[in-house]
């Protein structure tokens, strides 16, 4: 319980009208959480405006409503505030009410298109087994310590972000690992955060549904690194040609890491197979459980932050050594028979589904095939689909196009944009299959002994969402039993 006027220190208020010596229970940006004593904050979300839903605050009990536009009639028992941005406001009010838990946390922010999640779980893991008690902020499970909570959102809102901190401090936590979003910059979701560093892993094609152009997504991306303070570390992948973009305007200390260049943090490949990465890191050469060269950028990263956390170079890499990735990331399933090598992979990006199959060409002993099942999310950016088709077809020796999270869209539209601009050669090579189960098991049923299937794009979603239903779908449980069914 905290007093209004206490909360609203950090934040500029245009106008307040009533009383702001009263007490605040909690905070919303949800109606629908709304109870007596509440404070209720209107953003305007993408699709629904809280001023909309003021009265419904008030009426639920709503003590305090800050908004961008004062309602025309107004409840005399209630504080309204005015203010420039409801979204930059519910960041530091929340972080005002939960009292700044970050300035009790060692916190780093992980950003890029592809690798927070691998990134952030890494860090998570290695200052865990370091003796350390962690938090972890990712679009798979977030952890305070060793007890998990479903995520919801890459990044969570300003006030649940806020709230998260403030059990992981009360929990005792030292140290917080979080992936920071495009859309979680944009929206403010980060605001009232004090970030000790960033990490910067890559920019590809993604989001432009959101962002509209590659530009504007590379600011938002660039803003996050703009807002460090002076006392945080910005790293970056100066192998990205974006990268040093990213700390032009940073006031933070600047390092980099590469595998190509002279960098604060320099790696080589010795060897990289099926059984794992050799890596000289910083003249130190370690053994890894990862695979692939884009596993030795996200390791570099992992690396290079532990370093600027204080850590001691010979203690980081003896831990990464035993590390794992996060689940459904190149996750590995062989079938007992024919030794099929089934690989599921969150790559949902042209670049990052070009990753994976470009590390599956590498280390292949033989000639065996690959055969991709990829889908493309509805009500999401349309102008990657024909470009993931295109890659699969690149890559693979056979595809099969199915259903992804099609969301309220038609499967077989989808499918038919993602073939739109195969050339005939590469049709050859195609099947289309919506039922995303049935996609598999023909994937697992033309696979020959040794062939890898790689089923991408879903990862660790344990979940498909078609015209608003979710229903359980866990790619590695479907890969697994199908593989049992057909004894392969």
Known sequence: MHLLKDILKQVQVITITGNTDKAVSAVCIDSRKVSEGSMFITVRGTLSDGHDYIDKAVASGATAVVCEQMPSLQDATVTYLLVKDASAAAGDIAAA???????????????????????????????TQLGYHCGLI?????????????????????????ALFAKMRDAG?????????????????????????????????????????????IRVKKSFFDQLPKSAFA??????????????????????YSLRVPADIKGKVLENNLSGLVMSIDGHEVHMRMIGIFNAYNMLAVYGAARLLGEQDVEILSVLSSLHGAPGRFETIRSGK????????YAHTPDALLNVLATIQQLRANDERIITVIGCGGDRDKTKRPLMAQVAADKSDQVILTSDNPRSEDPELILDEMEAELSFPQKRKVLRIADRYQAIKTACSIASPGDIVLVAGKGHETYQEIKGVRTHFDDREVLGETFRVLQK
């Open 235 to 256: 790293l970056t992948n100066l192998d990205d040609k974006r990268g040093m973009v990213m700390l032009q305007n940073t006031a933070a200390l600047k390092q980099t």
């Open 338 to 345: 024919e030794q099929i090598l089934g690989i599921v992979d």
């Open 138 to 162: 990712s679009t798979v499970t977030n952890y305070i310590g060793t007890e998990a909570f479903t995520a919801t959102h890459t990044t969570p809102d300003a006030i649940s972000i806020q």
């Open 173 to 217: 936590c030292s140290h917080v690992f979080m992936e920071v979003s495009s859309h979680a910059v944009h929206q403010q979701r980060i605001r009232g955060i004090e970030f000790d560093g960033g990490i910067f892993t890559n920019i590809t094609h993604d989001h432009l549904d959101y962002h509209k152009t590659f530009d504007e997504y």
């Open 97 to 127: 009410f939960y009292d700044f838990p970050s300035r009790d946390l060692k916190v780093t922010g992980v950003t890029g298109t592809n690798g927070k999640t691998t990134v952030a779980t890494l860090l998570y893991q290695l200052f």
